[in-house]
Structure formats: C-alpha cells, structure tokens
C-alpha cells in the first residue's frame, strides 16, 4: 500500500511539473532538435520535449495557429508569414541556434576548382553551358538541384542566383543523397548539398564572393569565421508569451553542451 | 437459422460492392472539385500585386513577361510595350535597402507610405509587393491589374517553374509528353518481352521449369517500388551513361527499363493466365486438324486469349503512367519537353509526389497538382477503354 501511494505521488508530482513543449518544422534541423530534445530530456526528466519534421514552412504555419511552440526553420521567416504573427497579437522572437554551410560540389574528374558567385549564377540559370567557358575542360554542365519544395533550393536562389529563377530544364533530385549520387558519377555535373553530406565521391569547388579577389573552401571554420560565402543560418522562432515555457530549452541548446552536438551533427555552432 | 445468416451475408456483400462504387466515385469527384478551382486563381502569387510608376504606360503583362522582366533578360520597358526606359524590378525585401526598421513603423505602419515614395520616385520601377502595402490612391503608383490563369497557356505552356515568384509559371507540356513519353517506351520494351515470356510459361516450358519461373516473377512484383527505383539510380544510371557516352545518366531511357521491369510480373502472369485458359478441346482440335504447335498457338490460343491479353497491356500501361517513385529517382526530374530518350525528364506523378507536400493548401500551385491528377485520371480511362474496344471488336471479328 505505501509503495502504490509512492508510485501515485511520483506520478502526479510528474505531471504537475512537466514542460511539455512542441518542436516542428525544418527537415534541415529535425536531426539536431532530436539529438538536443533527447539529452535535454535525459538532463531533466521532468520535461517532454517532442520534435516533428515536415518543412520550415509547416512549422512557421504552425507557430502562427498556436500549434507549436517552437517552429524550427532553414531559412529566415518570410515578411507575410511574420506579418500574420503579428496581426494576431504576438510578437515574434528569433534565435540562430547553428550554422549550415552548403558546399557546391563537381565530379571529382573536373579540374575546375574555383567558381566565383556570378560563374555560378550564369551555371544555375542555364548562361553558362559548358565548363569551357569558366576554365574547365569541353564538357557540358549538367547542373542538379533540390527539389523546389526544399528550404535548399529557396536558399540557394536566394543566396547565388539572388532571386533569379533556376533554368527551366535544371535536375532536381528527391533527396540530398541522390544529389551526391549522381554528382559522383556524372562527369560534367555540379551541384550543392549541406557541408555534412561531403565525401571523396564528389569535390568541393572554392567559392569566391568578391568576383574573384579571394577563393575559400567550404569547411566548418572557413564557415565559423566568415571566410566562407554560402551559409545560412538555422532558427527557432517562438512568439514572445511563451517565452517562459521554451527558455529552458533554447538555453539548452544554446549552452556549450549543446552546441558541441551543433557540431557533432553536421552543423556550425552559433556561439 | 440458415435462411437468415444466407440474407445477412448476401446484404453484406452488396453493401461492401456498392461502398467501393462509391469511395471510387468520392475520389474522382474530389479529384476534380480541386482542380476545377485552379482556372480561377490569378496569374501572379495570391496576396501579391505588381506596381509601376504611375507615368508608366504599360498595362498589362503576361506571366511570361513577369518571370523574364524578374530573371533581368527583359530589362526595358521598350520590350514589353512600354517608353525606352530600364526596367527596375523590386522586392519586398529590397525595402530594408531603402529604410532602417525604425522608419517603417514597430507593426509597419508606414510602409505603404514608404513604398508610394519609392515607386512614385523611380520611373523605371516595377513593384512586387503584399497587397495590403498598396500605396493609397495616388497619381504616382499604378497597380497591374492581374489575369486570371488562362487554359491555353497551362496546356500549352512550355515552362513548368511553379514556385516562380512573382508569376509562377504554369505548363502542361513539358510534363504530359515527358509521362507519355516515359510510359510509351517502357511499354514497347515490356511488351514483347512480357507476351514472350508469357507463351513460354503458358505453352512450351514443362511443369518443372514453370514451378520454378512463375513465383520468380510474381516476386518481382512484390519488390517495393522505391527499391527499383534505388537499383535504376545506383546501376542502371550509370551503366546506361558510359554504355551511350552521355553527359547525364538520368534520362528517360533509364526511367522507361525500371519501368518496363516493373511492368513485366504485370503483364506476364495476365497474359499468361489468359492463354492458359485456353480450353484443352481447342488445342486437340486444332492439332487433330493438323496444324503443328506453332500454328496452334499463332492461330487458336493467341486469338482466344486476345482480351486477356490486352487486360495485360492495359495493366501494363497503367502501371508505367502511374509509377511515382521509381521514376522520381531515375529521370533527373528536368521539367523539358523530351526530345530523344537519352534526356532527363519529369513524368506527372513525380511532379505530384515531389511538389504536394510543400504547396500551400488551397493556392494555384496546390490546384495546379490537382489538374495533373485529373490529366492522368483521363489518360488511364482513355487506355482501358480503347482497350475494352479492341478486345470486344475482336471477339465480334470471331
């Protein structure tokens, strides 16, 4: 009889103290908010913290009807969607909880190694055809891409082609993978994936924004310090009443602890 | 006792007949009701407006124009019926490039403001902005009035980039000729092979070897889609590309033999049930007659199975059209009208299976998705009546 008043006293003392709190959005930072959900919940086993993926642009839907507390996001929150978060009465607050570099990536065959920002511009909008044309031998690019549904490709049109659109005949494949795939054995391809994914199959050409001062490599400190171009920022954005609720775990995730799963992930730590 | 459990199981099966009749039914009027809205959206992103400098004389733009004048490849106004002036596209987010924060007010109350100032300002300006931002009613700001899509350019749009901004652009062509494309070559490879084999099993091998072969091939239609898909990516791909000395591996060609493979248990087990159903008596009687096995089977088992046979085409075929996954891994997925089959394509379903999910529920891009839906639901509908004909000619022909 006492043990079962125990069990029922750890119980209902369980429940009073919970912190459940609702992650979604992003397929970028599903992994990382699930590695930090489980050791902040290994930490404090008071509190539930649960991580759904379905896109940045489901979570930020999500975050405006009140059904998430946190909405995880690849790319920056975009003026209409803050617009509605602010027409219901909230104010938006928003955290960079790491760094994602994306490397563009060729054959390893190809002698090209450095592209400059506008090179690759005229490469993804379908004006520069064949690798000839930016030093390379006579071959026909085959650009590959994400398809449009991903944060990756919105990021990438923003970032290289600054808002221009993909040309019209460009590969896009399902899947990151798939990209590395086919960029390892497609002799004229290029194409760009999140600085985890790189491996010998495939080459990392050197970026220059400068039109061609300076090339850098992608690499997590070129990223960390600023030398490299193609980074973008990972977020959580939460509305400003629940402040109290989702703190615990943003400082969590924004601790040195924390941040060293940052990195062991994939990404850049923010810090 | 007997009587009544006999009615209750005879009500039962009529009501599980006429419940499938009607899911059926549900989802193709579904299937339509969503598409049908998509001729009513506007031709530029929902909630947006275009503005121009009120001096501009231009009206009037087409998507097509849009897109071009926002990619910076019309870059005066001379190209699209307007002064010889250049043309300064702006965004939303250019805003920020102008103004600080603090100027557009803590709720942006003064961006309307802000904005009339800008496109008042620049006399070359084209605006894409948020509806709700239109400047008030002034001499110096005109607003674009848009169209409403229009059915000759989605069926015969050349471009299919539906997450364009400011004026997505919506084409049919290149996707139907990439399906029907896909789907016709995967057949003509299929079928030979598939009737071949199915005459083999259902005529010639003995008992032996057909208890071996006919589970092998039922396997094959057990394998996940996705599975053909990876092996066509990691094996045919390349194989394919070095074979044909081709700069992509990705091409229809790829997409057509995973397909064609998929399609073969299909078509064999039809086809060759069909033609085992043959009765006994005909073949006796036509090999009593003197006709040698060839003979029997090129004239007597082959005409009697023809409807079973064509069942099998028909299935076939509708298995290549509708195949998603496999060929959303194989064929680059490049929204271009086919020219040969050694380039990429993009098949209808891979546009479906790839864009759904994302598109914003209820938007043209979402309605769009939906069209291609009702496109493929006719294309089936079409094959497997023409193939009810045939076979029913056939039969009056005997």
Redesign the interface.
Known sequence: MKKLFFIAAILVSSLTAVQAQKIKGSDTTLPLSQKEAEDYMNAHPSATVTVTGG?S??GISALIEGTTDIAQSSRRIK??EK?KI?EAGNALKEVVIAYDALAIVVHPDNKVTNLTREQLEGIF?GKITNWKEVGGAD??I?PYSR????GTYEFFKESVLK????L???????ATG?IV??VG?????IGYIGLAYLSKDVKAVHVSYDRGKTFTAPSVKAAKDGTYPIVRPLYYYYVAKNEKQVKPFIDYVLSTKGQKTVSEIGFIPSL | MKRIIEKVIESLLTISGATTGIVILLIVVFLFREGVGFFSHSDIESGYVLCVNGKNPVDRLTPEQIKRIFDYEIDNWSLAGGNDEAIEPFRMNDLSDYYSDEELGENYEFVPEKLGEIIGGTPGIIAFIPEQYVPGKSEEVKVLSGNKLKPADFFGGENWMPTATPAPQFGLLPLLTGTLWVGLCAILIALPLGLGVAIYLGELANEKIRNLLKPTIELLAGIPSVVYGFFGLVVLVPFIQKAFNLPVGETAFAGSLVLAIMALPTIITVAEDAIRNTPQTMREASLGLGANHWQTIYRVVIPYSISGISAAVVLGIGRAIGETMAVLMVTGNAAVIPRSLFEPVRTIPATIAAELGEAPHGGAHYSALFVLGCILFLITVIISISAELISKKQHQAQ
């Open positions: 896109g642009g489901v003026f209409e617009q602010q909008s071959l026909k085959v398809e449009t549904s991903s808002n221009k659109n993909y019209s005949g460009i590969m896009s494949m399902p798939a795939q086919s054995q497609t002799k004229g391809a």
